[in-house]
């Protein structure tokens, strides 16, 4: 009675996982511009780059937790775009470090020299820039559409 039991909770396991494997999405945000960049040129995607600062900002964290969190803007952007986040935290227990705070304000100084937050900006798979735009209210779909109506008019 102990095998069968440890064996079926073993194959659930096994089978949870490997559904969860399958349904995760591929796409990742990465923390480095020329790293985005140089996937944007591999893939001919566009790039959608967010700074936040994920610790002081209400609209950043409802864009975060509204639409960036969400499965289905990560399923939306798999095939759509590379992702790149950059963050600005203010308090001390959310501090980046030496080096990735350094590849932000290198970021920051390139895309976002008026220190908008949030802001996110739309770069062609070459690094030219195709939109501005920030947080709007909506939620996924809202997002992924206007997001759509933006790289529509490049």
Avoid: H, I
Avoid at 30 to 46: D, F, G, M, V
Avoid at 87 to 111: H, I, M, V, W, Y
């Amino acid at each position: 009675m102990r095998t069968y039991l440890l064996s079926g909770l073993a194959a659930a396991f096994f089978a949870t996982a490997s559904a969860a494997a399958q349904t995760a999405p591929a796409t990742a945000w990465t923390s480095s511009l020329p790293t985005a960049l140089e996937q944007a040129k591999a893939s001919q995607k566009p790039v959608l780059v967010v700074f936040s600062g994920s610790d002081w900002c209400k609209p950043c964290m409802q864009l975060k937790q509204e639409v960036f969190d969400q499965p289905e803007f990560m399923q939306y952007a798999k095939d759509k775009f590379v992702l790149a986040r950059f963050d600005f935290p203010r308090n001390k227990k959310n501090a980046l470090s030496k080096d990735q705070t350094k590849l932000n304000e290198s970021a920051a100084a390139q895309l976002n020299k008026e220190g908008a937050f949030p802001a996110v900006v739309l770069l062609s798979p070459e690094g030219k820039v195709l939109a501005r735009t920030g947080y709007r209210p909506g939620g996924v779909a809202a997002y992924d559409a206007y997001l759509d109506q933006l790289l529509a008019k490049k």
